[in-house]
Structures are given as structure tokens and as C-alpha cells.
């Protein structure tokens, strides 16, 4: 059969895609509701962890956010984690009490991407949530202080905060080549470094496909030996946030999700959010419609590129890509690569730079997409299904349940 | 015995070490100690050659386009060399230009009001300065903010910012509409109202014409790069920082630069006069080597056997401009003069974006496909263009569309690498015989440091 057959192609990618229960009943949200009410008003009662304290209103009066401005970014916020509308006052509570949250940021084997990224984020951004409002007690990037007076910065940030702070990892860790990255005055290498902060954060977050997967470094022949993170640390709570860069919204999501729960979000196979990775770049994709009509771009420039056809037969991986870029986009909702033409490199898949990347569709390609199983493995499929961390509850005060539902099946069915 | 200080600054993404020798209360050596490495020349070995076009993007998060731009070259300069010319399209040159213009503004915009002004907070230790502060500071964030409105021109064409890859062999992937267009017109044109306002203190297309220090003095009002001026005088930096005082600069850019190379006087640049020199890097010809006098991860660059500073400054210097000119006759190539360079680079590149928003022809072509498929070119290509640090060379060699070879000089080996056996670095140069710590981390700053790009 002609792999690039209509009818073989429609076959293929209008299986029913992966599910995930956006609805689980009013009891069940009404529960969460609680819980999440008496978690935000702990942390409220809670002091900040800098002393200086300025009003969140304040900080949105400084970038001359509108309250309404902040407002569409609660909804955004609150349908990205899949949580229905009445919890949006709850998600802009949240936003109010980041600053009882501290971070430590390090990058390793990294390009500042994901920091860059971050940096452009959406509105109110990071630059105001995060960056502002988020207690960040040590940014290699951002930070003012430098060298030795950074060091002690960040050694005073892991004893004073110990076993409370979330640890964002930016870069690949080069396990092959100690060599590859060392820091500090009394050299430490990449694996060092990460294991010894580890150790005493609360949970780990690996922002983009290099932190994730090993990324751009990681690829063949992998000169420094370069790996994810959680093959390096273990006993403790990862989330990996892949693609590259790390969507900013995806960041943000996460740590409302963990203010507002004290939990992780429950995560798929390779420990990505279902909530940011639970469909495919292709289930939402804007060029979507043409692809189901059978209308492809050729080649660049051609009568398909100018009306907008879709790119699979150009190259791109949007069917085998589980991301939200398609809803979400990049630089405050500007754009995307397909908007521009571009088609999907499948960034947010391990080992995307030697199996999915650039010019070869997958049609006449011998890559197997998705994990061997074919298009249609929705996202739990491919991989082992370990949903464990996911039950990790963590942080100072963790209480009980999650947004989407932690073991998903037998519980969730029953409280509804 | 001299006292040796070791000072690890870590202000940019990634670890650039500043290793100082001091003697008699002066540095008398400095050691430029780049120690991450990823291997991008070896990982592109054996991969297809339009590969390239995404791994490159991702060497830096800051100046990947430009990345892309340099390897998209080297692949039509393959074809060239192939005896089959592409002829790429205008408004895909325009494009590349503008995108490129708009990243080169995002990156001094940051570098300015993120790293250059807090050195000052420091030094000056005044309340006068509270609105550089980082984070809290009002600049600061007007400045995070309009170094986020300028990349949303490169995410109208190219899809996304960091890490774009829309730029192919024979063009680009994009087909702006007018509409796309007046938005990316909107976008220069509130940031040329911010650089204007806030950087400048006057019309830019009156500083533009300004042509000496005093000049610029009189005609604008109160400004950031008038403090800035100021300062550097009261600190002893318009004189300090000095390098070796020659400049490269590899393309042109209609309305922005000209290309070329001045020791004396300004020459044409020969990309085979370009050589690198491994014996103090950790990355040699047969491998990779930790001998205790290697301390880079980085490679040497030299043009005709000597350093030269790749920067801004060298684009103004080659291009001829005569405010340029004049400031290096009175100040050399100090600390002051290299910044201001960047600085007035805002306004050059916003003027120039807008001319080229304003050439493009949204009926004519955006790309053109290569006369033959990639599959079928063999040989050598060389990939030149100016990324925000200065001079960027993409070169590679292909058998049948697969890369056998890939080498990356980027602007911050030319400045930031380690030392031959005649001489130092650019940087390295410029640092010795500063007088205090705070001073020769700022003159390794002016440089503007960017370590992924250094080893990558």
C-alpha cells in the first residue's frame, strides 16, 4: 500500500486520540475545591519568603498590567489545567501567594533557551509571575550577584531552604565527560552539582528537551555522554517539561498547579504534565482541516505553502508530537512553526534530533513514531505507564488530591 | 610571587571563568576559562545536510538565528561551489535581514539593561541609579519588555523565538501577508519610540547623523546612553579596556554595515585567511586533550596569523562611520567606545528594519527551490553573517547531502577564546593592566559574554 495514500492517511490519523477526562463530576471538583482552599490559605498564612514584601497588585500596577489583563491570563491558566471555570478565582489566588514558594534555577549543559523563552512569556508574564512574584532565590541567568558571592547565594538558598524549594534544571548533564561542565570555585561537575541540589529540593523540574531527554547534546554520537535529568537523580519527584524551548505556559502551569495542590501534575510515561502533553500537536493543529481533506504542501513556495496545506509531506512530526504548542503558541501567542510553514520538528519527543528531525517525512522514513506502536498510541501507551511519581505528594504542606485525577482510573470513577 | 585570584563570573548563561594574575595591584595576566562544551561539529557529523538547519538554532538561545542564517548560507554557498546557484529571492534576503536585525536588538537591548547598567549599581553605589535596578527597577523591565516586543517580529516570520528554524536553502518558509507586515512595522516602531525616549534622547534618525562625542552631547536631551557616557568618564573607563585596536567584520547588511577587515587601514575580507590554533584548548585535531596548560574549551581564531575584535565596534570601524572614527582617534577601542557601538547599533539596525519592512513585495517570491536535491551535492560550503556579537562562519563539507565535516567559529571565539603561543585573546588583551576586579569583569562584559557560543 502507498503510504501517502489518502484513505491510508486518514485511517491512520483520525483513530480516536488520547483521552483524557476533562470531566470528572461535580463531587469530585467540588472536593478539590475544598482541599485547594485550605491549601492556599496555609501558604497565605504563611510570610513570604523575601522579606520585602510588595502586593501582587502592586507588581501588576508597576508593569501596567490592567486587572484585566491578569484576569485572561486566569482563564487561560485555569483551561490549560484542564480545571473547569469556577476555579478560576483559585488560580488567581494562587498567582497571589507565589511568592511563598522558593526556586532555584541552575543551568547545565544548556543554551539559555529556555530561560530566553521564559523571558517572553506570556502576559501577565513570568517576567511578573516568576521572575517577580516568584520567590527565584537563585538564577544563574538573571541573578545579579556574581562568582563567589553567587555561590554563597545559592549554598545559603539550599540550607535555608531545605527540602522546600522546587529546583528548575536547564541543560543536559554530561555523565560521559565530567569534564564537559564544571562550575564553581572548587570545581564541581554537572552531575555534582545537580545531585548535591537535589538532594534537597522538593521536587525537580526539567525544563526543555535537553534537562528532559539529553536534547541537542544527547545526540549521536553524544560526545559528552550527555543525559536527562532523571537519569541522574532518583528518590525524588521529577517533572520533565520538554521541547525546545520549554513552552513558558507549560512552566507556569505547573507551578500554579503545585501551589494550588502541593502535588505534581499527574504526568504520563515520560514524566511530561497530561495537562500540556496529553494531545498531539496534531490533534489541534490550525492546518488540521486540510490534512483530513487531503491537501498537502509539496514543496516550499509552492500553491499549498500559500494557502496554508498541511506540512506532512514536507516533513513535519505534528501527528507523533504530544505538546500544546498548537493551542498555547510561542511568544505570547504570536506564532508557531506551522503557522509560519514550517511544520513540526517533534522537539518534545526523546531522541527527535536522530529520529524525527528536519526534512524527512515520516511517510518514506524507516522511524517508528511514537515508542514503536505506531501514530495511533495516544499518550499513556507509549512507555511503561509508570504514573508513580505522580503520587509522590510533595512540598511543606501537601494536601491530599490533585487536579486530574492521580491514579486515574479506579479512583477518580469512584468519587464521581 | 604575584597573587593569583581566581574569579568565577557567571552573570551570562553558562560559566565563563575570569582567571586573574595580579601584580603590584594591577592585572598582569588574564585567563578567559570557557569550561562547557556540548559538541555540536561532532553531533552534526553524518547527519543529513539540511539537519543543520535545526540542530544549529539551538547552539544559543540568545543568537541562535543567527545560527541559522550562517548554516542556511553554507548550504546555498554548497550549491554555489556545486556549480548550480541559487538565486535566492529579495524578500527572502529581507526577511533573513530583518529577523536577524530584530534579535541583534533584542540582545543588546538585554545586555545593556541587564548586565552593563547593574556593573554601574555597583560601582556607583547612588540612588540616582534605582531605576536600573534588576527586577524592581523601572528601566529594567521597560527594557525586558521591549526586548520581548522586538522578537515577536522573528516569531511573524519564523514561527517562534528562540530556536526558529524557517530559513531554508532558497529562501524562506513564510509567506507574510500585509498584514503580517504592518504588524512587524508596528512592533520596530514602538521600539523605536522606546530607544528613542529612553536610550538615545533624541529623533534616531538625528543620531544617525551625529558625528562626534561632543555633538551627540549637545543635541540630546537627558539619556540612558548620556549617563552611561558620563559614568564611564568618571570611572576611568573611557580610556581603559584597550585591545589590540584591529576589526573584522565578515557581510554586508544594505543600510546597516559593510564587511572587511581594518588593521591600518580597511581591507577585503578572505575567509582562507582564517585559521584556528589549538594549543591552549581542551578540543584538539586528534581528539580531545585535559594537558594541564589547556584551559578552553574553545579554539583560537586568528585572520592572517592575528587576533582581531569582532563586535559592533569593528561594523561601525568598517563601515566607515565617522562618529566611530572620531571616538577611536580620541579613546582607541576602550571600554566606553565598544559599548557605545552596541548601543548605537539599536538605532542603526531599527532604521534599517524599517527600510526593509518597507522593501518587501508580498506578490513576489519568498523562496525558490535549489536546482538540485540535496542528496545530490557534494563538497565545500562557507556560511558567513553578522550575529550580534560580531562575526559568525559557518563551514561545512558534504558527500551526497551528508555532512562529513562541520566547523563553527563563532563571534565570542574570536573575542572570548584562549590564547595562541604569540599572542592573547582580544579580551584577554584588554584586560590586563586594569587596576580592580569589578573593572576587568566589566571590560570582559563589554565584549558581551556568551559562553554556549564560545565552546558550543
Same mark, same amino acid.
Given at each position: 500500500?502507498?503510504?501517502?495514500?489518502?484513505?491510508?492517511?486518514?485511517?491512520?490519523?483520525?483513530?480516536?486520540?488520547?483521552?483524557?477526562?476533562?470531566?470528572?463530576?461535580?463531587?469530585?471538583?467540588?472536593?478539590?475545591?475544598?482541599?485547594?482552599?485550605?491549601?492556599?490559605?496555609?501558604?497565605?498564612?504563611?510570610?513570604?519568603?523575601?522579606?520585602?514584601?510588595?502586593?501582587?497588585?502592586?507588581?501588576?500596577?508597576?508593569?501596567?498590567?490592567?486587572?484585566?489583563?491578569?484576569?485572561?491570563?486566569?482563564?487561560?491558566?485555569?483551561?490549560?489545567?484542564?480545571?473547569?471555570?469556577?476555579?478560576?478565582?483559585?488560580?488567581?489566588?494562587?498567582?497571589?501567594?507565589?511568592?511563598?514558594?522558593?526556586?532555584?534555577?541552575?543551568?547545565?549543559?544548556?543554551?539559555?533557551?529556555?530561560?530566553?523563552?521564559?523571558?517572553?512569556?506570556?502576559?501577565?508574564?513570568?517576567?511578573?509571575?516568576?521572575?517577580?512574584?516568584?520567590?527565584?532565590?537563585?538564577?544563574?541567568?538573571?541573578?545579579?550577584?556574581?562568582?563567589?558571592?553567587?555561590?554563597?547565594?545559592?549554598?545559603?538558598?539550599?540550607?535555608?531552604?531545605?527540602?522546600?524549594?522546587?529546583?528548575?534544571?536547564?541543560?543536559?548533564?554530561?555523565?560521559?565527560?565530567?569534564?564537559?561542565?564544571?562550575?564553581?570555585?572548587?570545581?564541581?561537575?554537572?552531575?555534582?552539582?545537580?545531585?548535591?541540589?537535589?538532594?534537597?529540593?522538593?521536587?525537580?523540574?526539567?525544563?526543555?528537551?535537553?534537562?528532559?531527554?539529553?536534547?541537542?547534546?544527547?545526540?549521536?554520537?553524544?560526545?559528552?555522554?550527555?543525559?536527562?535529568?532523571?537519569?541522574?537523580?532518583?528518590?525524588?519527584?521529577?517533572?520533565?517539561?520538554?521541547?525546545?524551548?520549554?513552552?513558558?505556559?507549560?512552566?507556569?502551569?505547573?507551578?500554579?498547579?503545585?501551589?494550588?495542590?502541593?502535588?505534581?501534575?499527574?504526568?504520563?510515561?515520560?514524566?511530561?504534565?497530561?495537562?500540556?502533553?496529553?494531545?498531539?500537536?496534531?490533534?489541534?493543529?490550525?492546518?488540521?482541516?486540510?490534512?483530513?481533506?487531503?491537501?498537502?504542501?509539496?514543496?516550499?513556495?509552492?500553491?499549498?505553502?500559500?494557502?496554508?496545506?498541511?506540512?506532512?509531506?514536507?516533513?513535519?512530526?505534528?501527528?507523533?508530537?504530544?505538546?500544546?504548542?498548537?493551542?498555547?503558541?510561542?511568544?505570547?501567542?504570536?506564532?508557531?512553526?506551522?503557522?509560519?510553514?514550517?511544520?513540526?520538528?517533534?522537539?518534545?519527543?526523546?531522541?527527535?534530533?536522530?529520529?524525527?528531525?528536519?526534512?524527512?517525512?515520516?511517510?518514506?522514513?524507516?522511524?517508528?513514531?511514537?515508542?514503536?506502536?505506531?501514530?495511533?498510541?495516544?499518550?499513556?501507551?507509549?512507555?511503561?505507564?509508570?504514573?508513580?511519581?505522580?503520587?509522590?505528594?510533595?512540598?511543606?504542606?501537601?494536601?491530599?488530591?490533585?487536579?486530574?485525577?492521580?491514579?486515574?482510573?479506579?479512583?477518580?470513577?469512584?468519587?464521581? | 610571587?604575584?597573587?593569583?585570584?581566581?574569579?568565577?563570573?557567571?552573570?551570562?548563561?553558562?560559566?565563563?571563568?575570569?582567571?586573574?594574575?595580579?601584580?603590584?595591584?594591577?592585572?598582569?595576566?588574564?585567563?578567559?576559562?570557557?569550561?562547557?562544551?556540548?559538541?555540536?561539529?561532532?553531533?552534526?557529523?553524518?547527519?543529513?545536510?539540511?539537519?543543520?538547519?535545526?540542530?544549529?538554532?539551538?547552539?544559543?538561545?540568545?543568537?541562535?538565528?543567527?545560527?541559522?542564517?550562517?548554516?542556511?548560507?553554507?548550504?546555498?554557498?554548497?550549491?554555489?561551489?556545486?556549480?548550480?546557484?541559487?538565486?535566492?529571492?529579495?524578500?527572502?534576503?529581507?526577511?533573513?535581514?530583518?529577523?536577524?536585525?530584530?534579535?541583534? =536588538?533584542?540582545?543588546?537591548?538585554?545586555?545593556? #539593561?541587564?548586565? *552593563?547598567?547593574?556593573?554601574?549599581?555597583? &560601582?556607583? %553605589? !547612588? @540612588?540616582?541609579?534605582?531605576?536600573?535596578?534588576?527586577?524592581?527597577?523601572?528601566?529594567?523591565?521597560?527594557?525586558?519588555?521591549?526586548?520581548?516586543?522586538?522578537?515577536?517580529?522573528?516569531?511573524?516570520?519564523?514561527?517562534?523565538?528562540?530556536?526558529?528554524?524557517?530559513?531554508?536553502?532558497?529562501?524562506?518558509?513564510?509567506?507574510?501577508?500585509?498584514?503580517?507586515?504592518?504588524?512587524?512595522?508596528?512592533?520596530?516602531?514602538?521600539?523605536?519610540?522606546?530607544?528613542?525616549?529612553? =536610550?538615545?534622547?533624541?529623533?534616531?534618525?538625528? #543620531?544617525?547623523? *551625529?558625528?562626534?562625542?561632543?555633538?551627540? &552631547?549637545? %543635541? !540630546? @536631551?537627558?539619556?540612558?546612553?548620556?549617563?552611561?557616557?558620563?559614568?564611564?568618564?568618571?570611572?576611568?573607563?573611557?580610556?581603559?579596556?584597550?585591545?589590540?585596536?584591529?576589526?573584522?567584520?565578515?557581510?554586508?547588511?544594505?543600510?546597516?554595515?559593510?564587511?572587511?577587515?581594518?588593521?591600518?587601514?580597511?581591507?577585503?575580507?578572505?575567509?582562507?585567511?582564517?585559521?584556528?590554533?589549538?594549543?591552549?584548548?581542551?578540543?584538539?585535531?586528534?581528539?580531545?586533550?585535559?594537558?594541564?596548560?589547556?584551559?578552553?574549551?574553545?579554539?583560537?581564531?586568528?585572520?592572517?596569523?592575528?587576533?582581531?575584535?569582532?563586535?559592533?565596534? !569593528?561594523?561601525?570601524?568598517?563601515?566607515?562611520?565617522?562618529?566611530?572614527?572620531?571616538?577611536?582617534?580620541?579613546?582607541?577601542?576602550?571600554?566606553?567606545?565598544?559599548?557605545?557601538?552596541?548601543?548605537?547599533?539599536?538605532?542603526?539596525?531599527?532604521?534599517?528594519?524599517?527600510?526593509?519592512?518597507?522593501?518587501?513585495?508580498?506578490?513576489?517570491?519568498?523562496?525558490?527551490?535549489?536546482?538540485?536535491?540535496?542528496?545530490?551535492?557534494?563538497?565545500?560550503?562557507?556560511?558567513?553573517?553578522?550575529?550580534?556579537?560580531?562575526?559568525?562562519?559557518?563551514?561545512?563539507?558534504?558527500?551526497?547531502?551528508?555532512?562529513?565535516?562541520?566547523?563553527?567559529?563563532?563571534?565570542?571565539?574570536?573575542?572570548?577564546?584562549?590564547?595562541?603561543?604569540?599572542?592573547?585573546?582580544?579580551?584577554?588583551?584588554?584586560?590586563?593592566?586594569?587596576?580592580?576586579?569589578?573593572?576587568?569583569?566589566?571590560?570582559?562584559?563589554?565584549?558581551?559574554?556568551?559562553?554556549?557560543?564560545?565552546?558550543?
Amino acid at each position: 500500500m502507498n503510504i501517502t495514500d489518502r484513505e491510508h492517511l486518514r485511517a491512520l490519523f483520525t483513530k480516536p486520540t488520547n483521552y483524557i477526562n476533562t470531566n470528572r463530576g461535580d463531587a469530585y471538583y467540588r472536593e478539590l475545591y475544598k482541599k485547594m482552599e485550605r491549601r492556599l490559605a496555609e501558604l497565605r498564612a504563611q510570610k513570604p519568603v523575601r522579606e520585602a514584601e510588595m502586593k501582587f497588585e502592586e507588581y501588576l500596577k508597576v508593569w501596567e498590567l490592567t486587572r484585566r489583563d491578569f484576569l485572561k491570563w486566569v482563564s487561560a491558566t485555569t483551561a490549560m489545567l484542564m480545571l473547569p471555570p469556577q476555579f478560576e478565582p483559585l488560580v488567581a489566588q494562587a498567582a497571589e501567594v507565589m511568592n511563598r514558594i522558593p526556586i532555584i534555577w541552575i543551568n547545565i549543559q544548556d543554551c539559555a533557551g529556555n530561560t530566553e523563552a521564559l523571558l517572553r512569556s506570556y502576559s501577565p508574564t513570568v517576567d511578573e509571575l516568576i521572575l517577580e512574584y516568584l520567590s527565584v532565590e537563585y538564577h544563574e541567568v538573571i541573578m545579579a550577584a556574581a562568582g563567589d558571592q553567587a555561590e554563597q547565594n545559592l549554598e545559603k538558598a539550599v540550607k535555608d531552604f531545605d527540602g522546600k524549594y522546587l529546583l528548575f534544571v536547564e541543560g543536559s548533564i554530561p555523565v560521559g565527560m565530567p569534564e564537559a561542565f564544571t562550575i564553581g570555585r572548587h570545581p564541581k561537575t554537572g552531575v555534582e552539582h545537580v545531585k548535591h541540589l537535589a538532594e534537597h529540593a522538593a521536587a525537580v523540574i526539567a525544563v526543555g528537551s535537553c534537562a528532559a531527554f539529553g536534547g541537542v547534546p544527547a545526540a549521536h554520537p553524544n560526545p559528552t555522554g550527555a543525559v536527562g535529568v532523571m537519569d541522574v537523580v532518583k528518590g525524588k519527584p521529577i517533572i520533565n517539561i520538554p521541547a525546545c524551548p520549554a513552552n513558558p505556559a507549560n512552566i507556569t502551569g505547573v507551578v500554579i498547579h503545585y501551589i494550588l495542590t502541593g502535588e505534581i501534575p499527574e504526568l504520563d510515561s515520560l514524566l511530561r504534565p497530561k495537562f500540556a502533553f496529553g494531545y498531539r500537536i496534531h490533534d489541534n493543529c490550525e492546518r488540521r482541516a486540510h490534512f483530513d481533506a487531503g491537501e498537502f504542501v509539496e514543496e516550499w513556495g509552492d500553491f499549498g505553502a500559500k494557502n496554508n496545506f498541511c506540512l506532512y509531506k514536507m516533513g513535519c512530526k505534528g501527528p507523533f508530537t504530544f505538546n500544546n504548542c498548537s493551542i498555547v503558541r510561542y511568544n505570547e501567542g504570536t506564532n508557531w512553526p506551522i503557522g509560519v510553514g514550517r511544520g513540526c520538528i517533534g522537539c518534545s519527543e526523546p531522541n527527535f534530533w536522530d529520529v524525527y528531525a528536519t526534512e524527512r517525512p515520516i511517510a518514506d522514513s524507516p522511524i517508528q513514531p511514537p515508542a514503536g506502536r505506531g501514530v495511533e498510541s495516544t499518550v499513556d501507551q507509549f512507555g511503561l505507564g509508570v504514573l508513580t511519581a505522580t503520587a509522590v505528594g510533595i512540598g511543606i504542606h501537601a494536601v491530599a488530591s490533585a487536579l486530574a485525577g492521580k491514579k486515574d482510573k479506579e479512583e477518580n470513577k469512584e468519587e464521581v | 610571587m604575584p597573587k593569583v585570584r581566581k574569579t568565577v563570573l557567571n552573570r551570562v548563561e553558562g560559566e565563563i571563568q575570569l582567571k586573574l594574575v595580579w601584580e603590584k595591584g594591577k592585572v598582569k595576566d588574564a585567563f578567559i576559562i570557557a569550561p562547557n562544551f556540548r559538541g555540536f561539529e561532532f553531533i552534526l557529523e553524518e547527519k543529513p545536510a539540511l539537519d543543520a538547519l535545526v540542530i544549529n538554532p539551538r547552539i544559543c538561545g540568545i543568537c541562535g538565528h543567527a545560527h541559522l542564517i550562517a548554516t542556511t548560507k553554507a548550504i546555498e554557498n554548497l550549491y554555489e561551489n556545486a556549480g548550480l546557484k541559487i538565486d535566492v529571492p529579495k524578500n527572502a534576503k529581507l526577511i533573513r535581514d530583518i529577523t536577524l536585525g530584530a534579535e541583534i =536588538i533584542q540582545n543588546h537591548l538585554r545586555w545593556f #539593561y541587564m548586565f *552593563v547598567m547593574p556593573d554601574f549599581l555597583k &560601582l556607583e %553605589k !547612588s @540612588k540616582k541609579l534605582k531605576d536600573f535596578e534588576p527586577i524592581k527597577g523601572y528601566k529594567w523591565q521597560k527594557a525586558v519588555d521591549f526586548s520581548s516586543r522586538i522578537v515577536k517580529v522573528i516569531a511573524i516570520f519564523g514561527g517562534q523565538w528562540p530556536h526558529t528554524s524557517y530559513s531554508v536553502p532558497g529562501g524562506v518558509v513564510c509567506d507574510p501577508t500585509t498584514f503580517d507586515l504592518t504588524e512587524a512595522k508596528s512592533i520596530v516602531d514602538s521600539v523605536v519610540g522606546f530607544a528613542q525616549q529612553e =536610550i538615545f534622547g533624541m529623533d534616531i534618525e538625528d #543620531y544617525l547623523s *551625529v558625528s562626534s562625542e561632543e555633538e551627540y &552631547l549637545k %543635541k !540630546s @536631551k537627558n539619556s540612558d546612553l548620556k549617563k552611561f557616557i558620563f559614568m564611564c568618564k568618571k570611572h576611568q573607563l573611557d580610556h581603559a579596556g584597550k585591545s589590540y585596536h584591529r576589526f573584522l567584520t565578515v557581510c554586508d547588511m544594505e543600510y546597516a554595515f559593510s564587511k572587511g577587515i581594518t588593521k591600518k587601514k580597511r581591507r577585503n575580507f578572505y575567509v582562507e585567511k582564517v585559521r584556528e590554533i589549538d594549543s591552549y584548548s581542551y578540543l584538539t585535531e586528534n581528539g580531545f586533550s585535559f594537558d594541564k596548560n589547556r584551559y578552553s574549551w574553545a579554539k583560537a581564531v586568528r585572520y592572517n596569523g592575528l587576533p582581531y575584535e569582532t563586535s559592533p565596534l !569593528s561594523r561601525r570601524i568598517n563601515s566607515r562611520e565617522k562618529l566611530f572614527i572620531n571616538l577611536l582617534k580620541h579613546y582607541r577601542d576602550s571600554y566606553m567606545v565598544r559599548m557605545w557601538a552596541r548601543i548605537d547599533e539599536i538605532a542603526r539596525m531599527l532604521y534599517a528594519m524599517k527600510m526593509w519592512i518597507e522593501s518587501i513585495k508580498p506578490s513576489e517570491p519568498f523562496y525558490i527551490p535549489p536546482p538540485a536535491d540535496i542528496k545530490e551535492i557534494s563538497g565545500k560550503g562557507v556560511g558567513l553573517c553578522e550575529a550580534a556579537r560580531g562575526s559568525l562562519i559557518h563551514q561545512l563539507t558534504v558527500e551526497k547531502g551528508i555532512i562529513k565535516k562541520y566547523n563553527i567559529i563563532t563571534p565570542s571565539t574570536w573575542n572570548l577564546g584562549p590564547r595562541c603561543e604569540k599572542y592573547l585573546s582580544p579580551a584577554e588583551k584588554a584586560i590586563t593592566g586594569i587596576d580592580s576586579q569589578l573593572k576587568a569583569e566589566m571590560i570582559l562584559r563589554s565584549f558581551d559574554v556568551c559562553s554556549v557560543c564560545t565552546t558550543h
